[in-house]
């Protein structure tokens, strides 16, 4: 069940990062040269990989990182509110 839970925060950073990626801030012209590794694509690769840790260690009965991953997403959305609303 909580390995289901950390799937669906995972879409939800999915989802979010994409919206950040294709707003077009421009901020995102400003990040370092391995953002841009892929066709920009490398940053996706980063957000599989700490999912796939997420849901490893939430299988594995792990309840401080499936709330870091929480607290994660909590970060990543209003980070990501932030730059879709160009608040930042």
Known sequence: MIVAVVFALGIIN??????????GHPLLGRMPWFYHMLGGRFSLV?????????????????RA??????????????????????RI
């Not at 980063?46 to 792990?62: D, I, K, W, Y």
């Not at 909590?74 to 160009?86: D, E, F, H, K, Y």
């Open 14 to 23: 999915f989802a979010l990062h994409q919206a950040v990626r294709q707003s």
């Open 46 to 62: 980063v957000e599989f990989l700490v999912l796939l840790a997420a849901m490893l260690f939430a299988a594995q009965g792990s």
């Open 65 to 86: 990182a499936v709330i870091g991953y929480i607290a994660y997403t909590a970060l990543n959305g209003v980070g990501g509110w932030l730059i879709i609303t160009r």
